[in-house]
């Protein structure tokens, strides 16, 4: 099983816009909406599902969405298990034109401290029967910094309790988890993400690949450094590699990373091999990106990309 938690869900809608513009009105008709559950963790555990990995997806839900989520989820292969609260669940818009995508993000609404400690005690419900767990995306905002070590915490029941966890996160809690006493086993970072992590430029491929050097040496074993349509560093055991992304038409590439991580824990699972397992999730992220809908890849889609994901083996050892 697969488990995955979101600190900050939402509703997902996506809108596809001709000519959208930053100014006026649009009226938009119903074949042109998607409506999901979404976060990062939820979008990971969607894909998982759909190549056939059992996959639970723990998530805070406000009273204000959590019936009309559950209404989503149900229709779907991932089990959506709701930690209820009180704090209100988030709705995130991305609207698709020809040329463009426009992400509005609601930050998200504070949990109380009682909230985030259901939290915890639904990881430690589910953690014990899971093969591989993932925690993704952003914390709630809060005003006193209230849940700056709950992600330490999270990472350090998933250690205490044997499992590998995969982080893809963002902000201040990410990092102080990283580098915390208990790091995640993997993380996977895009570009931007990575320079927050480590404070540094990161501009250059050769400073792509150090950033990936630098967080091994920092004790994570698995790390994914996305770079969007151009592919994916990988530095695993020994090694540093590259894979190129397959070229796709892009449509929407929001929930590629998602996709990518969800793709990798089902295929990871079932063979035990990360090289492999990267392959499937970049070919994954591609075929989300060729797609309007967030994440919702399947395996058929993904498999005739993965032949055309390119391990660049020579050029990387010329850059050593
Ligand atoms: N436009 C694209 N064309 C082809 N492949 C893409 C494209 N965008 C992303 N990918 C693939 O998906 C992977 C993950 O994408 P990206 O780096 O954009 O993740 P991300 O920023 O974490 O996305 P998100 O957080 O929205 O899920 C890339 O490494 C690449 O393999
Ligand atoms: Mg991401």
Same mark, same amino acid.
């Given at each position: 099983?697969?488990?995955?938690?979101?600190?900050?869900?939402?509703?997902?809608?996506?809108?596809?816009?001709?000519?959208?513009?930053?100014?006026?009105?649009?009226?938009?008709?119903?074949?042109?909406?998607?409506?999901?559950?979404?976060?990062?963790?939820?979008?990971?555990?969607?894909?998982?599902?759909?190549?056939?990995?059992?996959?639970?997806?723990?998530?805070?839900?406000?009273?204000?969405?959590?019936?009309?989520?559950?209404?989503?989820?149900?229709?779907?292969?991932?089990?959506?298990?709701?930690?209820?609260?009180?704090?209100?669940?988030?709705?995130?818009?991305?609207?698709?034109?020809?040329?463009?995508?426009?992400?509005?993000?609601?930050?998200?609404?504070?949990?109380?401290?009682?909230?985030?400690?259901?939290?915890?005690?639904?990881?430690?419900?589910?953690?014990?029967?899971?093969?591989?767990?993932?925690?993704?995306?952003?914390?709630?905002?809060?005003?006193?910094?209230?849940?700056?070590?709950?992600? =330490?915490?999270?990472?350090?029941?998933?250690?205490? /309790?044997? *499992?590998? !966890?995969?982080?893809?996160?963002?902000? &201040?809690?990410? @990092?102080?988890?990283?580098?915390?006493?208990?790091?995640?086993?993997?993380?996977?970072?895009?570009?931007?993400?990575?320079?927050?992590?480590?404070?540094?430029?990161?501009?250059?491929?050769?400073?792509?690949?150090?950033?990936?050097?630098?967080?091994?040496?920092?004790?994570?074993?698995?790390?994914?450094?996305?770079?969007?349509?151009?592919?994916?560093?990988?530095?695993?055991?020994?090694?540093?590699?590259?894979?190129?992304?397959?070229?796709?038409?892009?449509?929407?590439?929001?929930? =590629?990373?998602?996709?990518?991580?969800?793709?990798? /824990?089902? *295929?990871? !699972?079932?063979?035990?091999?990360?090289? &492999?397992?990267? @392959?499937?999730?970049?070919?994954?992220?591609?075929?989300?990106?060729?797609?309007?809908?967030?994440?919702?890849?399947?395996?058929?889609?993904?498999?005739?990309?993965?032949?055309?994901?390119?391990?660049?083996?020579?050029?990387?050892?010329?850059?050593?």
């Amino acid at each position: 099983m697969f488990l995955t938690l979101t600190p900050n869900p939402c509703l997902e809608k996506t809108f596809r816009v001709p000519n959208f513009a930053t100014s006026g009105s649009f009226r938009i008709g119903a074949d042109a909406i998607r409506e999901n559950v979404g976060g990062k963790g939820i979008n990971a555990a969607r894909v998982a599902a759909r190549f056939g990995m059992r996959s639970i997806a723990l998530a805070p839900l406000g009273p204000n969405l959590r019936e009309y989520l559950q209404k989503l989820a149900s229709a779907e292969a991932f089990e959506l298990y709701a930690i209820e609260v009180e704090a209100l669940t988030r709705t995130c818009h991305n609207v698709v034109s020809d040329t463009t995508s426009t992400e509005l993000l609601e930050a998200g609404y504070p949990l109380s401290v009682g909230e985030g400690t259901k939290l915890f005690e639904a990881w430690r419900a589910h953690l014990g029967a899971c093969e591989m767990a993932l925690i993704g995306g952003s914390y709630p905002p809060s005003d006193n910094g209230a849940w700056l070590q709950h992600a =330490s915490i999270l990472c350090s029941m998933a250690r205490a /309790a044997n *499992k590998k !966890l995969i982080y893809d996160g963002k902000g &201040e809690a990410f @990092r102080r988890a990283v580098f915390g006493a208990h790091s995640p086993w993997a993380i996977k970072p895009n570009v931007e993400e990575a320079r927050e992590l480590l404070r540094t430029p990161i501009e250059t491929r050769d400073e792509e690949r150090a950033a990936v050097r630098q967080l091994r040496h920092r004790g994570i074993e698995l790390v994914l450094l996305s770079c969007g349509a151009r592919g994916l560093w990988v530095g695993w055991e020994n090694e540093i590699e590259w894979f190129a992304a397959p070229r796709v038409t892009t449509v929407s590439a929001v929930g =590629s990373g998602d996709s990518l991580c969800g793709a990798f /824990a089902a *295929k990871y !699972l079932e063979t035990g091999d990360v090289w &492999e397992s990267v @392959r499937w999730g970049v070919a994954a992220g591609s075929a989300n990106a060729a797609r309007l809908e967030a994440a919702s890849v399947g395996p058929d889609e993904v498999a005739a990309l993965v032949p055309q994901v390119r391990r660049e083996l020579g050029e990387i050892r010329l850059m050593n």
